[in-house]
């Protein structure tokens, strides 16, 4: 297993994991179509755009930092 595809794997897990109370983000209604944080909420804490975590996740970025 390479090391984009275990990070891919490492943040979905974790992402998965989290509730949006328990990071204190609001919630609009009962039904989400993932369990866990949604990737926009995750990117937004962590202070990224949206579509660099996506590329995160899906193995397509080559110089991630290791913060």
Do not use: C, H, I, W
Not at 20 to 44: C, F, I, K, M, N
Not at 56 to 65: F, K, M, V
């Amino acid at each position: 297993m390479d090391a984009k595809r275990q990070l891919g794997e490492f943040l979905q897990t974790r992402r998965s994991q989290l509730r949006p109370q328990d990071v204190g983000l609001s919630t609009y209604g009962d039904r989400r179509r993932v369990p866990g944080l949604r990737r926009e909420e995750l990117a937004l804490l962590a202070g990224v755009s949206a579509s660099y975590y996506s590329r995160l996740e899906q193995g397509q970025s080559s110089n991630a930092s290791p913060e």
